[in-house]
């Protein structure tokens, strides 16, 4: 297994090793001591799992405020995305930035979200599904969110006709979002 920081402190990018053959692959997709050895402790649980039919799918960018903060540990298992990650934590030398990571059925990589982020992808081709593991359970009083497009973060979408939900199209810019975590 292969794991690079990413720019954002916290943000790990994990490339699990997979065994290939004439049949196909094998490949461990989340190992709690393997994963604990480099720094993710999380005890994991719940799984989600999302199918977006359609390229050009926003979903995000999605956050819980403390204490049911999560933190994601999130795959592609069908398709292709580009995974966002803002670092929302008051304080952060990198405080409103971004970074985009390409996840796919293909490159197997996983992308691990501390807690302190706001989380979004887009996918990229149709029938795209994504399951990621989350360290809090769904919060409704908790749940919150960070305008997909809001100028002052400046993410470069690789879209520029978005499929979105009505909430991710209403959500606030960062400036006005509500928040709670500290740097």
């Known amino acids: 297994m292969k794991v690079t920081e990413g720019r954002l402190a916290g943000v790990k990018l994990i490339e699990p090793g997979v065994f290939k053959d004439a049949r196909g692959y094998f490949l461990e997709s989340y190992q709690a001591i393997r994963y604990a050895k480099v720094g993710l402790p999380q005890v994991f649980v719940q799984d989600n799992h999302s199918l977006s039919k359609e390229a050009g799918v926003i979903r995000g960018l999605h956050y819980q405020l403390k204490p049911e903060a999560q933190s994601k540990l999130v795959r592609v298992t069908a398709g292709v995305i580009y995974d966002v990650v803002v670092d929302i934590r008051q304080g952060s030398p990198t405080y409103g930035q971004w970074e985009g990571f390409e996840l796919s059925a293909d490159n197997k990589r996983q992308l691990f979200v501390p807690t302190g982020f706001a989380h979004g992808f887009c996918t990229l081709v149709p029938n795209t599904e994504v399951q990621y ?22 993410i470069k979408w690789p879209t520029t006709q978005p499929i979105l939900s009505d909430k991710d199209a209403g959500h606030p810019v960062l400036a006005k979002a509500e928040h709670n975590f500290k740097y």
Do not use: Q
């Open 133 to 154: 593991k989350v360290d809090r359970l769904y919060s409704k009083e908790h749940d919150r969110g960070i305008l997909w497009n809001d100028p002052a973060i400046g």
